[in-house]
């Protein structure tokens, strides 16, 4: 518990003092069948309207400050609130909502979204999703990334455009899978990983389905 502590302070003291930074992102949809990737693509997002260190949302219509602002360090929602970026704490009794980047730790009631993480630990009774990617860890009954998923998705049902870490679940659903898949069942359109579950499906191979492991190149 005390290395808990620890490294949370040295986590919210890096960000209290990191600028905040915002990528420019414009989906692209790669449909290949139920997953759509999305990749980055260059696209000016409106201007911040200020950045503040705290945030307090009742709903996204009651919080201070507004929705165009960007938050370093701790956002509270006692319900859910939305704002253009959070960096720090974010905690949400139903929900969390980040306009475009996200960065520290998502706690919430039910679910967490964002635009995309950019190093974020996303934990959630219900959900967690990210419009472009998310780079950490996602904990949640469903977790989904419809574009690049670098870490690590924990759940009952696991999705993402592209999986470049690893995916533990019962159902892992993956376009691209780069990475490690570890479920009662494993799918995937494009497999250049492993599969180990009871159910592997790699859509692009000549055999398609084979029982408990499946390794693709």
Not at 192 to 204: D, F, H, K, L, R
Request: proline share 4%; hydrophobic share 45%.
């Amino acid at each position: 518990m005390k290395k808990l502590i620890a490294v949370l302070c040295v986590v919210s003291s890096t960000l209290l003092w990191a600028d905040v930074v915002v990528r420019k992102y414009k989906p692209v949809a790669e449909v290949s069948q139920e997953v759509s990737v999305r990749e980055i693509k260059a696209e000016q997002m409106p201007p911040s309207e200020g950045v503040y260190p705290c945030a307090f949302s009742i709903v996204p219509a009651l919080e201070w400050p507004s929705q165009g602002c960007d938050v370093s360090l701790l956002r509270f929602n006692l319900l859910v609130g939305r704002h253009r970026t959070v960096k720090g704490f974010d905690f949400g009794v139903l929900g969390n909502r980040v306009s475009g980047e996200s960065a520290g730790l998502q706690l919430a009631g039910v679910w967490n979204d964002c635009g995309a993480s950019v190093g974020s630990l996303g934990v959630a009774a219900v959900a967690n999703y990210a419009v472009y990617g998310w780079d950490g860890v996602q904990v949640a009954c469903v977790n989904w990334t419809e574009g690049e998923m670098n870490g690590i998705q924990f759940g009952a049902v696991n999705m993402a455009g592209r999986d470049l870490g690893l995916q533990v679940g019962l159902c892992n659903r993956s376009g691209k899978s780069i990475g490690i898949q570890l479920g009662a069942i494993n799918v995937s359109e494009a497999l250049s990983g492993i599969q180990v579950g009871i159910i592997n499906v790699n859509i692009a191979s000549t055999v398609p389905v084979l029982p408990f492991v499946n390794i693709g190149f």
